[in-house]
């Protein structure tokens, strides 16, 4: 199994909403990441964790909270979004946090 | 100074051309580089490793230069499917951190 998985593909929620994006892979990855990409622009890192523990956190408002319940998953709840926040959410995945792998990412939108 | 720079896109060519991308970035303690594609709407995928001086993956070649801070991404004989944004990406050694660059837009035609 080569991929990471993300859930859901799709996501609305008003600013008042508490929601949680999922991510999973199966790789045996001890590396894993959020990033943050709107349109026609790179991926912006939000947070890393390496060996189930957050090593960085790219100085991210706290309405994003991660979680990394254990090494297969990788959770970012969510709560009292602005809609600038409105962007696709990627997670990535790596063995040697050289070359990451990322999964297909949450469309966010806040309205 | 951008931590990774590329070529501003878009780059509009022929089927069968041969087109070469080019990064540059300014750490001089990066150590891994990166060659990433990713097409509209869907997340980037791994193209190619630039670990040495180089390599070659079928029609796609890479170079580092590590005196110049520079490395580029040659592709040959085009095809419809290459249209794509590259992304050049460097880690720096800190962490895990890639650093991506904004990317070059190739749009291969008939």
């Known amino acids: 199994d080569t991929e990471v998985t993300q859930t859901p593909k799709h996501l609305v929620m008003g600013m008042t909403n508490k929601k949680s994006l999922k991510c999973e892979q199966h790789m045996g990855h001890r590396a894993m990441y959020w990033y943050k990409q709107k349109a026609k622009k790179p991926p912006e890192l939000m947070f890393v964790y390496s060996y189930e523990k957050l090593s960085i956190n790219e100085s991210v408002p706290s309405r994003f909270s991660p979680e990394c319940p254990n090494s297969s998953l990788l959770n970012l709840h969510l709560h009292a979004l602005q809609p600038e926040d409105s962007a696709l959410y990627l997670c990535?995945?790596?063995?040697?946090?050289?070359?990451?792998?990322f999964g297909p990412g949450t469309r966010l939108t806040v309205l | 100074r951008k931590e990774v720079e590329q070529d501003p896109g878009p780059f509009n060519v022929p089927e069968g051309a041969t087109v070469a991308f080019n990064c540059t970035y300014s750490?001089?303690?990066?150590?891994?580089f990166f060659w990433y594609r990713q097409d509209c709407r869907k997340e980037p995928k791994l193209l190619m490793s630039?670990?040495?001086s180089g390599n070659e993956d079928g029609r796609f070649t890479a170079q580092l230069n590590r005196a110049s801070q520079y490395i580029s991404l040659l592709i040959r004989d085009s095809k419809l499917s290459d249209s794509a944004t590259y992304l050049c990406?460097?880690?720096?050694?800190?962490?895990?951190?890639?650093?991506f660059g904004t990317g070059t837009r190739l749009q291969v035609t008939l």
């Open positions: 990406v460097v880690n720096t050694g800190t962490a895990s951190k890639l650093t």
């Open positions: 990535a995945s790596s063995r040697s946090g050289n070359e990451q792998f």
């Open positions: 750490n001089s303690a990066s150590q891994s």
């Open positions: 630039v670990y040495s």
